[in-house]
Structure formats: C-alpha cells, structure tokens
C-alpha cells in the first residue's frame, strides 16, 4: 500500500469557490494541504454564496440543501465526475466507492435468508 493510501481515510475533503474572472467561478477541492483543481462554470449567485466560505465533501453533494436551486443541483451533480478524475490521476480514494459483491457474501446472505 502506497504511502497516500494510507492516510487517506483521516484526510477531509472540502469544496469551494472563486470568483476567478467576471461572470466566472472556478472551484476547487482540497484535501489535507493539497488543492485541486476542478471546473470552471458561469457565475450563479446562489452557488457561490452556498460554496464560497467552502463545505465538507458529503454537503457539497448533498442536494437536499439546495432549496430547489436548479444551478446548485446542476453544480452539485458535476462534482462526483471531477473527483473521479482526481482520484485516477492522483491514485487517491476520495469518494466511497462500493465494494463488489464477491461470492462468498452472495452465499452468505442466502444463508442468512433461510435460516
């Protein structure tokens, strides 16, 4: 196991904007003391002031706290597909990925059903 993986479980991942040009914010991810880049996308006020002071990982992709916002939903169904591009460059595990049902668990769950 590589050095990154290792303490990747401890590390917390937090989102946030810039205003980086007129009528652009650019966002970012950062993850310990690394900073990522991510996209850039037009100004929507309610998104900036939503992820401008930055928001843990789970509520950046939470849309339950958008309020109906259409462009912060929009936004908030871009992030998982940036990360995943950070996490195969980087070789980091960010998002929780699910783990393959194996043979054994599918037997193991048969059993558990009959009994």
């Not at 109906?68 to 996490?87: G, Q, V």
């Amino acid at each position: 196991m590589n050095e990154m993986m290792k303490g990747e479980k401890n590390m917390r991942c937090y989102i946030y904007c810039r205003t980086t040009a007129k009528g652009t914010q650019s966002f970012y991810m950062t993850r310990g003391n690394e900073e990522y880049f991510l996209f850039s996308q037009s100004l929507r006020k309610g998104v900036k002031e939503y992820f401008e002071r930055g928001v843990s990982l789970e509520e950046a992709m939470n849309c339950g706290k958008s309020h109906n916002d259409a462009a912060l939903i929009r936004t908030m169904c871009k992030l998982p597909m940036y990360i995943r591009y950070i996490e195969k460059e980087e070789n980091a595990r960010i998002l929780m990925q699910p783990e393959k049902l194996t043979g054994d668990f599918k037997r193991d769950k048969a059993r558990r059903k009959n009994t």
